[in-house]
């Protein structure tokens, strides 16, 4: 409600500086007709009125796309309040070049509905959605209404010029002048009805979702007074420029009062409700807003925050700082039960180690859980597969008392990361019917980053040609442990380059072995085979 209220200020303030600005300007051309500071205050407001409200929305609107349109929008206002003060400043000598000037405001009465139009389009969008392409054929009526009034004085079919009369400021409007005004209305209406299609759901007073529409129709219908008149009036309250951009930002602000447009207006009643311990903090680590829950955040713990974008506040809580626009926002993470699951997968992992079944009770329990007979066979298929594994894994653990224990764990994190990546293979395989290639690609390089975690300098080279068999996949994947186990998992460096063809390279003790793993075949010459 704080917020209501300040934008409520904020439209009040602006209304009346426009009505004092006209004021002003109409007092002034009666009585000081050579005032020469009258187009630059004028304009000097009206670019500061316009530049606040392109910046208000700014810092509320939040997709992408919306802003976008709605700042291309403000630009083309931006113009016609550039063309209006070179008229009223330098172009008033000439009448010519006045009323050629004149014909401009096509491209805002026109380019501004379609603008709404399609930043109306984007609501209920996220951030990366894109106006699609049979949208941009308004262009075409748009841009030919356009063309039809800057050459107006060729045809005469929007703006005709009575008998007899000489070169004036008049544009008495003709038949044709229905097209660009229909086309501008139809926009306007369109817009304002998808907003509120869009948004049927909201719980509003009817009374209330009337007034977008209500200003939306004040538009046209305040451009067909002016062509009543011929656009030469001698009073007004707000010239007809300021008039009509003034009643298309209401237009906006009024949705967004409403409710109908998202906003991010709401951040202080968010971190008022909010459970979650977090704070907004600026590029120094200075807090502007914070949760009840969000810890004392120190200088040393911002710093390391930025540097690797995670932080262990303390046991069983974590930080994590996620990038904003001019500064961070910085949350707390309840890691308590993922830390308590990893201290009970530790225990029973000792357990498992006394008595040598490790993955045999893992495979059984997930068995059990599982309560399928397809998956039990699977899980003994897996079983008898990697049991020469599993027995080494059984051999070491018994022997971890007379082998180093350097060697000891690297051989039970490679032979252990070997046997967990083989079985998800072939769980995969079984399930689906084939392997994609991106879970090769992750199997290989967790492998990998388990080697590099062991003291081995290993890569990953992935260059594949096309989609391999699953056969071939797990191929690969048992070739390279075989290599591992070969050299008894103690290599200098291994590279595992993926091409054509599948090579393994080891190096041991200056010693360099490459192994090509044969008969590759695409899954679509295997099925056609």
Known sequence: MQVHKRTYLYILC????????????????????????????????????????????????????MLNCLRTEGAVMGFWVTIRFLQEGWFYRNVHVM??????????????????????????????????????????????????????????????????????????????????????????????????FKTHRIRIRRIKKMLPLLISIAMPATLLLYLRKSFVVS???????????????????????????????????????????????????????RSGNARPLTAEQFSALKQNGMLQAQEGAELHLHRMRNGYLIYQKDVSKICAVIEELHRTAEELTQEGHLLQKEIVMQSEKAAIDAKNKIYDRLSNE????????????????????????????????YVKRRCNLVLIHQESGTIPMGELRLTLSDFVACMNLAGIAADLIWEPEGAYAPA??????????????????????ITIAIRETAEITVRKDDKLTVRSVPSIQSESETSAS
């Not at 109409?26 to 670019?47: G, K, N, T, W």
């Not at 009643?269 to 120094?284: H, K, L, Q, Y």
């Open 472 to 493: 071939y996949m797990i191929c690969i994947f048992d070739a390279v442990e075989q290599e591992m186990e070969r050299i008894c998992f103690a290599p200098d460096s």
């Open 99 to 196: 009323r050629m000037s004149g014909y401009l405001i096509a491209i805002p009465m026109l380019l501004i509905p379609l603008l709404g139009f399609y930043a109306s389009c984007c609501l209920a969008q996220g951030d990366t959605y894109t106006i699609p392409l049979r949208r941009y054929l308004l262009l075409l009526p748009v841009g030919a209404a356009c063309i039809l009034l800057l050459t107006n004085e060729k045809h005469h079919l929007m703006v005709s010029v009575l008998p007899d009369e000489s070169e004036n400021l008049y544009f008495h409007p003709n038949t044709g002048i229905i097209f660009p005004v229909f086309c501008a209305s139809a926009l306007i209406l369109a817009r304002i009805l998808m907003i509120l």
């Open 14 to 65: 602006g209304f009346l500086l426009l009505c004092f600005i006209s004021l002003y300007r109409q007092v002034s051309i009666a009585m000081f007709p050579h005032d020469r500071l009258r187009p630059y205050l004028v304009y000097a407001v009206y670019l500061a009125l316009l530049g606040g409200w392109l910046y208000s929305l700014r810092i509320r609107i939040t997709q992408k796309t």
């Open 386 to 417: 990697v049991g020469s594994q599993l027995r080494d894994m059984t051999g070491l653990l018994h022997s971890m008392h007379t082998v180093q224990k350097d060697q000891l764990y690297r051989q039970l994190l490679l032979v252990g990361t």
């Open 235 to 289: 009073h007004e309250l707000i010239e007809l420029t300021a008039k009509l951009f003034f009643l298309e930002a209401m237009s906006w602000e009024s949705c967004i009062l409403l409710g109908l447009i998202p906003v991010n207006t709401r951040y202080p009643m968010v971190f008022e409700r909010s459970t979650v311990g977090m704070r907004i903090v600026d590029a120094c680590g200075d807090t502007k807003i």
